[in-house]
């Protein structure tokens, strides 16, 4: 084990030779050989377990706001409208489970899913937040360490995803 207890990402690449140290023409950035594509393109990296789903994107907002309560079901109803492959699930009107204020939940089934929600949230998610975390069954690690957020994040009662 490496530093903090987690495996260095270098594992597997022991043995490689290593990386030019040329510049690309715009002076700042490295220039990297071509090489195999990453799996991660297709596949969710262990321990994510894409059986069920990959991640879940959790979509919070303040009931004591109404214009955000607002915001919420319309942006609510525009993921369903623009991106029906994916599960959405209903707008909560109070806290659920660990989530310390009202929400709605949307899973996503691969990395392209993935990447193409995030990046679309990051433009679109207006004043609300959003928590995103894998599924590896460990829904405290999962929530917790495991997960990022888009705009301002709120706490968790992770108490409960203890095992």
């Not at 490689?16 to 297709?42: C, H, I, Q, V």
């Amino acid at each position: 084990m490496a530093a903090y207890g987690y495996k260095s990402p270098l594992e597997g690449y022991e043995n490689a030779e290593p990386l030019p140290t040329t510049l690309n023409a715009d002076g700042k950035s490295f220039y990297n050989p071509p090489g195999p594509r990453s799996a991660a393109y297709d596949e969710f990296p262990a321990p994510i377990k894409s059986e069920n789903n990959g991640f879940d994107f959790h979509i919070y907002y303040l009931p004591n706001a109404p214009e955000e309560a607002k915001y919420a079901a319309e942006l609510h109803e525009r993921i369903r409208r623009e991106f029906p492959e994916l599960r959405i699930y209903r707008l909560w009107d109070k806290p659920v489970g660990p989530h310390p204020v009202p929400m709605f939940e949307v899973n996503v089934f691969n990395p392209h899913q993935t990447g193409t929600l995030f990046s679309w949230l990051v433009v679109n998610r207006g004043p609300l937040s959003v928590l995103i975390h894998p599924n590896t069954g460990d829904a405290h690690k999962d929530h917790t360490e495991l997960a990022t957020w888009i705009g301002t994040p709120f706490p968790l009662n992770v108490r409960m995803l203890k095992h």
